[in-house]
C-alpha cells in the first residue's frame, strides 16, 4: 500500500514536501510516480523515479520540483519549490514494475490515496 501525504494550502512562492510512504512493498524494487489531478482536467504525470534510480518529470515544473526516494525509509518524496496556483491539484503516487506502465490508460499497479496541494495567489 501506499500512503501520500505532505499536502496543504499555500502561498505562491512557497514549498512543500510530499512523501509516499509504502508498505508491503520496498520502493527501491519498483518504478513510483507521482501524478496529479486538478478539478475538471485529465490526471497527469508530474514525476517518476525508476527502480534503478533514473527520474524524469513533467516540463511544467522542472527545475522547481523534485522526486528522490529514501530506501531506508521507504518513501519516496517530492519536493515541490516555488509552487503557482496551477500546480493546484490532488497529488498521487503509485509504483508499478515501470514508469511507462502507470502512463498507461488502464492504471496499472498500486495506487495511494491523493493528498490535496492548493496554492493561492
Known amino acids: 500500500q501506499l500512503q501520500a501525504s505532505g499536502g496543504g494550502f499555500v502561498q505562491t512562492g512557497s514549498s512543500l514536501r510530499l512523501s509516499c510512504a509504502a508498505s508491503?512493498?520496498?520502493?527501491?524494487?519498483?518504478?513510483i510516480g507521482w501524478f496529479r489531478q486538478a478539478p475538471g482536467k485529465e490526471r497527469e504525470e508530474v514525476s517518476c523515479?525508476?527502480?534503478?534510480?533514473?527520474?524524469n518529470i513533467a516540463d511544467s515544473v522542472k527545475g522547481r520540483f523534485t522526486i528522490y526516494r529514501d530506501n531506508g525509509e521507504n518513501t519516496v518524496y517530492l519536493q515541490m519549490n516555488s509552487l503557482k496556483p496551477e500546480d493546484t491539484a490532488v497529488y498521487y503516487c503509485?509504483?508499478?514494475?515501470?514508469?511507462?506502465?502507470?502512463?498507461?490508460?488502464?492504471?496499472?499497479?498500486?495506487w495511494g490515496q491523493g493528498t490535496q496541494v492548493t496554492v493561492s495567489s
Open positions: 508491503g512493498l520496498a520502493v527501491g524494487d519498483y518504478a
Open positions: 503509485a509504483a508499478a514494475a515501470a514508469c511507462w506502465y502507470l502512463r498507461l490508460p488502464s492504471r496499472p499497479g498500486y
Open positions: 523515479i525508476s527502480d534503478n534510480g533514473v527520474t
